[in-house]
């Protein structure tokens, strides 16, 4: 909130000298601060509604379509069966399952005797995820789907 204050503070200042008017400056601020903040709304709204629609929409239908580690030498690796999730983010929810199955698990067996299997079960899944991923970036997509590599937007004030 600081910094939007020094921010508004700025372009009034830079207004000023246009547009010798306070009202008018501060309208025009005003509708930039609501344009920035719809906009703002609106790109997360979209980020929520197709990355985490689509693992959701995955997550209720992959039943038997999971990557899983048989013995510790042996491993079934298996591509997302639906790719939109992957084709949005370039992680394969198969990974995104296994972060929250260790955290459950580590919430579960907080006890001290429990962290020497989860320490194992954490290397397994590393190898799993590496695994999956390589399978995953082998896929060729026949439409040439840019997939984002960061959900971050740059503003340059």
Same mark, same amino acid.
């Given at each position: 909130?600081?910094?939007?204050?020094?921010?508004?503070?700025?372009?009034?200042?830079?207004?000023?000298?246009?547009?010798?008017?306070?009202?008018?400056?501060?309208?025009?601020?005003?509708?930039?601060?609501?344009?920035?903040?719809?906009?703002?709304?609106?790109?997360?709204?979209?980020?929520?509604?197709?990355?985490? %629609?689509?693992?959701?929409?995955?997550?209720?239908?992959?039943?038997?379509?999971?990557?899983?580690?048989?013995?510790?030498?042996?491993?079934?690796?298996?591509?997302?069966?639906?790719?939109?999730?992957?084709?949005?983010? %370039?992680?394969?929810?198969?990974?995104?399952?296994?972060?929250?199955?260790?955290?459950?698990?580590?919430?579960?067996?907080?006890?001290?005797?429990?962290?020497?299997?989860?320490?194992?079960?954490?290397?397994?899944?590393?190898?799993?995820?590496?695994?999956?991923?390589?399978?995953?970036? %082998?896929?060729?997509?026949?439409?040439?789907?840019?997939?984002?590599?960061?959900?971050?937007?740059?503003?340059?004030?």
């Amino acid at each position: 909130m600081k910094d939007s204050l020094k921010k508004d503070k700025l372009i009034s200042l830079f207004l000023s000298r246009v547009i010798p008017i306070d009202e008018i400056r501060y309208k025009i601020i005003k509708i930039k601060n609501e344009k920035e903040n719809q906009e703002t709304l609106e790109y997360h709204t979209d980020r929520w509604e197709n990355i985490a %629609g689509s693992y959701y929409m995955i997550r209720d239908s992959h039943m038997n379509k999971f990557s899983y580690v048989l013995d510790s030498q042996t491993y079934v690796i298996r591509q997302d069966h639906k790719l939109d999730f992957y084709k949005l983010t %370039g992680i394969s929810y198969q990974i995104i399952d296994l972060i929250h199955e260790l955290i459950e698990l580590k919430s579960d067996f907080s006890h001290a005797s429990y962290k020497k299997i989860l320490y194992h079960d954490d290397k397994l899944n590393s190898q799993l995820s590496k695994k999956i991923m390589i399978r995953m970036r %082998g896929i060729k997509f026949k439409d040439d789907y840019v997939r984002l590599q960061s959900f971050h937007r740059v503003f340059v004030i």
